[in-house]
């Protein structure tokens, strides 16, 4: 036998453990989403040389059958669990209006997600538990995406006085919509936020209820529907009146084009460099936030490494964010990183202990800096890897103890 077991799984069904099988192990090391037990598999693991990285523990009764969903769930009335039926949902959980005696034949039922299910059917969610938000759909409504954009068919294809609901938002903007047809149909909407043109506010402002927060496209704006850069491209896409629904980031090359820019909305953060403020407040945009940043921006990288060759060949420095994982080479000075780099939305810098201090004053929403003096891999589960050289190892979907 090997002197060591490592097991990686989903899901680790211990409930039917015996010790025998596991004591001549020096070290068992336990990776999984889910530990499932019960009060006799408890006792047995603490007599066992176990280090656990478990997500959730379930204390289940032996008869208990234990079922996982990786994404969607739906649960209708249709629906046949097992007998003695733990569910756990890694995903989203829909619930159908016909599911009310379904629920009850599940022992319980665990979402790490969220689950949507109809308001009459709130009130029996008692062996639910949610890692996550709980959305109430109203009885009479039809469900439509998240995020609406109406199109010209809808009219058409609705039903009359229909009742439908987006959970974000619900956006009406193509001016070839019918809006005459929407109206004799009595249409409603129950939705957070309704996005459209300012010219179709009073045909679209009964549609929803006196709470439900306008986001309106001033008349003769072009809408832009996501994230921009200010370029050439942008302006000769969509003219000079903007309205961005999302964030807009201004580069280096952009500074020309601010100056054409007659008006410009912007739902999001604005991003831009110092030297770009003056010449950017002086054309009166709206904007959530102004953000600004250092010379050249790099983002949206799972691993990068920035060395002091990047620095010096961005004039005005560099600045990099939603990145997981940032190595800063040694060759890079601490008064150069406070000189030349910014840093944001990323989970782990990686850098030397001169730099760490640095580092740390031009960061913003940064996780972890390590300086290779407080890596966890000299303690915890890491330390216990490093030493697994005789080893069995057991990669599965379940794998029961």
């Not at 039809?142 to 068919?153: I, P, S």
């Not at 529907?225 to 370029?231: E, F, H, Q």
């Not at 030397?352 to 003096?373: F, H, R, W």
Request: a negative charge; charged letters at 25%.
């Amino acid at each position: 036998m090997k002197k060591n077991l490592v097991i990686n799984t989903e899901i680790c069904d211990a409930r039917n453990i015996k010790e025998e099988n596991y004591a001549g192990y020096e070290q068992i090391i336990l990776n999984a989403e889910i530990l499932v037990v019960d009060n006799k598999s408890k006792e047995v693991l603490h007599k066992l040389p176990v280090t656990t990285n478990v997500e959730i523990t379930l204390d289940l009764e032996k008869d208990a059958c234990l079922s996982m969903i990786n994404g969607e769930y739906e649960i209708t009335g249709n629906t046949v669990p097992e007998e003695h039926s733990v569910l756990f949902v890694n995903g989203t959980l829909r619930i159908g209006k016909d599911a009310q005696e379904v629920l009850k034949q599940y022992q319980c039922i665990q979402v790490n997600g969220s689950v949507r299910c109809p308001r009459s059917l709130a009130s029996c969610l008692g062996n639910i538990q949610v890692n996550g938000n709980t959305m109430v759909i109203p009885d009479d409504c039809t469900e439509l995406k998240d995020d609406f954009e109406m199109d010209t068919y809808f009219p058409l294809r609705a039903k009359e006085h229909g009742n439908y609901f987006a959970a974000r938002r619900v956006r009406v903007l193509d001016e070839k919509i019918n809006l005459e047809t929407l109206k004799d149909k009595h249409i409603h909407f129950v939705t957070k936020t309704l996005l459209t043109r300012e010219e179709m506010i009073p045909d679209v402002i009964g549609m929803v209820d006196e709470n439900t927060e306008l986001q309106v496209v001033p008349a003769g704006y072009s809408y832009v529907s996501k994230d921009a850069v200010l370029d050439e491209m942008l302006l000769e896409k969509h003219g000079t009146k903007l309205y961005i629904d999302g964030s807009l980031t201004l580069e280096k090359s952009s500074t020309p084009w601010i100056e054409k820019l007659e008006n410009l909305q912007v739902s999001g953060v604005v991003t831009l460099l110092r030297s770009q403020v003056e010449a950017f407040r002086a054309i009166g945009a709206e904007y959530k936030e102004l953000e600004i940043v250092k010379g050249k921006i790099v983002k949206n990288h799972s691993s990068l490494t920035v060395d002091a060759a990047m620095l010096e060949q961005a004039e005005d420095g560099v600045t990099v964010k939603n990145c997981a994982s940032l190595k800063v080479k040694e060759d890079i000075s601490p008064e150069a990183i406070l000189e030349r780099l910014q840093i944001a939305n990323c989970a782990t810098i990686k850098c030397s202990p001169q730099q760490k201090s640095a580092l740390q004053m031009v960061s913003k929403n940064v996780a972890n800096i390590e300086d290779g003096e407080d890596s966890g891999e000299k303690t915890g589960v890491f330390s216990v890897l490093k030493q697994l050289a005789d080893s069995k190892i057991v990669n599965a979907e379940k794998y029961l103890m």
